[in-house]
C-alpha cells in the first residue's frame, strides 16, 4: 500500500538522525537557513514532525498505554490503575530527561521547526500550510498532557539549556489547565486558517492534516473541557463552545466529501477518498525495507493458530452483552427481540457481528470466505490450539483477505479521528446546550448506517422525548458500542468520571462454551460446519460464566482523573507543584 508522505519519511528520519534532534538545529546536520529556504527539505522535517507524534493503533497510549480495551469494560487486564495501586512515579508521560521521544522532547522539535521555518525564505501558501501542520501536532502533543494531567507548562519557542542536564520544561510553572486549552485552541484555529480543507494531490498527501481535521480536533479537545472531568459546575459557556467548534468541523469536512462511510466495517479497507477518514495514521506493507511501517495491530488480535496472531485484545463478557438488539434496543429492554444469554449472538445490532467473533461463528480469515470460528471445549480441554481466554475474539478492522504468511504486514490505516466522532461530538455538545433533536438527528444517522432498524416512529431504537441526562447516557452509550477496541472508552468514561460507577468493585467475566457430555466429539466435528447457530447453541453447548479478574475486584480511585506529575519531574523542576489530590496545591480545575 503506498502511503503518501509517509514514503518521504525514511528520508527525513536520515536528515534529523545526522544530529540530536533535540538540538536547536535540530532536524538535520545541515543549516536551518538552507533547509527553510527549500520548501521540498522543510516537508521532510515537517514529515519528521508527523513520525514522532502520529498516534498507534488503538491511540495515543504514550507510556501510560491507557486507552486500550484492558482498562475498560471492553475486555480485561491486570493494572495498578483498576486495582488501585497508582503511585507518583507510575504515570511518567511528562517527561524529564533531553529526549526525542518523550512529550516536551516532541514538543521541542515541533517549536524549532516552527522558529526555522519563521526565520526562513520561505512564504505565501507553502508557508501557511506547512506552519498549520506543525500548530495541528503542537496542540495536539498538548492535549494529551492535558488529559493526564491538567494544566502543564506552555513552552512555545525552542528553550536554551540549562545547566548540564538541560530540561525542557526546567523551572517553569506549569500553566493552568484553562490557560491551556486557551492555548490549543489558538493553534488549532491558527492550523485551521492555515490548511487547506483537501490537499491536491491525495494521492501524494493522503494522511496529511486538513482544515477539517484541525476543526475535528478542537472538536474533541472542547468536549473534553466541557466534560464534568473539567467541568463539574456544567458551565454552559464551556458546553457553547465546544458545540460552535463541532459544527465548523462538520461544516467544513461534510463541504469537502466528509461523511459516514456507507459499510461500518469495510471503512478501514479504503484509504484515499475514504469520507470517514479525518486524522489518519498510515501504515504500509513493507516486509523487508528499512521504511517499513506495519501496524501490528492486525497481526497481534487475530487468533493464535491464524498464522502468525497473538490473539490479543479479547472482548468481555460485558462487552458482548452489551450490544443493542437489531431494533436498536438494549438487551432485555427490547419488545421485538428477545435476549438469552445461551443465544447472544441472535438479532443483535449489525455492528456485533462485524465486532465480535465468538463460537462459530463465521469469519472469513486468510482467504477462507466460509471459516466458522470454534472455541469450544470438550472434557475440559479446548478445540483451539490456543484458547481464547474470554470466548471471543475481537474482528473489527481486521483484514479477512490477508494470506497467513501476511498478516505480519498488515498495513490498515488508523483512523484516529472518524467523521462518525465529529457526529458524536456534535451531538454531546448540542445536549450541553439543550439543543436535544440535532442530538438525536446525529444519533439517527450513526445507528441508520449501523444497520439498525429505524422503526415505526423513525428513531432507530432511541427512546423518545429523552431528558438531557438521558442523552448524554444515550451518546455514552452509542460511542461505546460504534468505538469499540478504538481506545476510546476509557477516555470517555474518565472525561464523565464514571469509572467507579461503572467498574468499581466488579470482575469483569468471560465465558467457556462446552460441548455437551451426551454429544460425541467425533461425530460433532464432522457436521459442526453444516449447523445453524441457533441449534447449535441449544443441543450441542452449555455456557458458563468465568471471572476474568481474579486477582481483585476493581478499584478506580477519585484522585485518578488527574494524574499526578512524576516524581521524577518534581525533582528535577522546583516550580511544578503537585496536583491537590495527590498532596500538591495545583488546582487542575483552574
Known amino acids: 500500500m503506498k502511503k503518501g508522505y509517509f514514503g518521504l519519511l525514511i528520508a527525513a528520519v536520515a536528515l534529523a538522525g545526522c544530529k540530536d534532534v533535540l538540538n536547536k538545529t535540530d532536524l538535520s546536520a545541515a543549516d536551518p537557513s538552507i533547509i527553510f529556504r527549500d520548501s521540498a527539505l522543510a516537508t521532510l522535517s515537517l514529515n519528521y514532525v508527523y513520525d514522532q507524534n502520529l498516534p498507534a493503533w488503538g491511540g495515543p497510549t504514550a507510556t501510560t498505554s491507557l486507552g486500550g480495551s484492558s482498562y475498560t469494560d471492553e475486555s480485561y487486564g491486570e493494572s495498578k490503575y483498576l486495582e488501585g495501586s497508582l503511585t507518583v512515579t507510575d504515570v511518567t508521560d511528562f517527561g524529564t530527561a533531553l529526549n526525542a521521544t518523550n512529550s516536551y522532547g516532541k514538543i521541542r522539535t515541533i517549536n524549532s521547526f516552527l522558529q526555522d521555518l519563521k526565520n526562513g525564505t520561505i512564504k505565501g501558501g507553502t508557508r501557511n500550510r506547512l506552519l498549520g501542520q506543525a500548530l495541528f501536532f503542537r496542540a495536539w502533543r498538548y492535549f494529551e498532557l492535558v488529559k493526564l494531567y491538567g494544566g502543564v507548562p506552555l513552552v512555545l519557542t525552542p528553550q536554551e539549556a540549562v545547566g548540564v542536564e538541560a530540561r525542557e520544561a526546567a523551572f517553569l510553572p506549569r500553566n493552568s489547565t484553562s490557560d491551556c486549552y486557551k492555548q490549543i485552541s489558538a493553534d488549532l484555529d491558527s492550523a485551521i486558517a492555515y490548511l487547506p480543507a483537501k490537499w491536491s494531490n491525495p494521492a501524494v498527501d493522503w494522511g496529511r492534516i486538513t482544515s477539517g481535521a484541525a476543526a475535528a480536533l478542537k472538536g474533541r479537545v472542547l468536549l473534553y473541557a466541557a466534560s464534568p472531568q473539567f467541568n463539574p459546575n456544567d458551565v454552559t459557556d464551556k458546553w457553547k463552545a465546544a458545540y460552535d467548534a463541532g459544527k465548523q468541523a462538520v461544516a467544513i469536512l461534510s463541504a469537502n466529501g466528509g461523511a459516514l462511510h456507507a459499510s461500518f466495517d469495510q471503512m478501514w479497507f479504503q484509504e484515499q477518498s475514504n469520507p470517514e477518514a479525518v486524522f489518519i495514521t498510515g501504515y504500509n506493507t513493507s516486509s523487508g525495507d528499512q521504511a517499513k511501517k506495519n501496524n501490528g495491530y492486525d497481526n497481534a488480535t487475530r487468533p493464535k493458530y491464524t498464522g502468525t496472531g497473538g490473539g490479543s485484545n479479547q472482548p468481555s463478557w460485558e462487552m ?20 438469552s444469554d445461551s443465544t447472544f449472538f441472535k438479532n443483535r445490532d449489525p455492528r456485533f457481528e462485524k465486532t465480535i467473533a465468538y463460537n462459530g461463528s463465521t469469519w472469513p480469515l486468510n482467504g477462507n470466505a466460509g471459516y466458522r470460528l470454534w472455541t469450544y471445549y470438550v472434557g475440559g480441554k479446548t478445540t483451539e490450539s490456543s484458547a481464547t481466554n474470554t470466548g471471543f475474539y475481537t474482528r473489527k478492522a481486521i483484514n479477512p483477505t490477508l494470506e497467513a ?109 462446552d460441548l455437551k457430555a451426551s454429544v460425541d466429539a467425533g461425530t460433532f466435528l464432522t457436521i459442526r460446519d453444516g449447523l445453524k447457530l441457533e441449534e447449535a447453541y441449544s443441543n450441542y453447548f452449555t455456557i458458563t460464566v468465568k471471572n476474568l479478574d481474579t486477582k481483585y475486584a476493581i478499584n478506580w480511585k477519585d484522585s485518578y ?14 516550580k511544578l507543584i503537585q496536583n491537590s489530590a495527590w498532596g500538591g496545591g495545583f488546582d487542575p480545575l483552574q
Not at 437489531?326 to 428477545?338: H, N, Q, R, V, W
Not at 482523573?561 to 522546583?574: G, L, T, V
Open 561 to 574: 482523573y488527574y494524574f499526578p506529575i512524576p516524581s521524577s519531574a518534581i525533582d528535577n523542576n522546583p
Open 320 to 339: 458482548v452483552k452489551a450490544f443493542p438488539m437489531l431494533d436498536g434496543k438494549k438487551p432485555g429492554e427490547s419488545t421485538k427481540y428477545a435476549y
Open 405 to 513: 504468511s501476511q498478516v505480519q504486514y498488515a498495513g490498515t490505516d488508523w483512523i484516529e479521528i472518524r467523521y462518525a466522532e465529529v457526529l458524536l461530538n456534535l451531538a454531546e455538545a448540542a445536549v450541553g446546550i439543550g439543543q436535544l433533536e440535532e442530538a438525536y438527528t446525529q444519533l439517527k444517522a450513526i445507528r441508520k448506517r449501523a444497520g439498525i432498524e429505524a422503526g415505526t416512529d423513525g428513531l432507530y431504537g432511541l427512546k423518545a422525548s429523552m431528558t438531557r441526562a438521558e442523552l448524554f447516557d444515550a451518546i455514552l452509550y452509542e460511542r461505546q458500542i460504534e468505538f469499540a477496541f478504538e481506545g476510546k472508552r476509557f477516555w470517555d468514561l474518565r472525561r464523565w468520571k464514571r469509572i467507579e460507577k461503572t467498574l468499581n468493585g466488579k470482575r469483569r467475566t468471560g465465558v467457556t462454551v
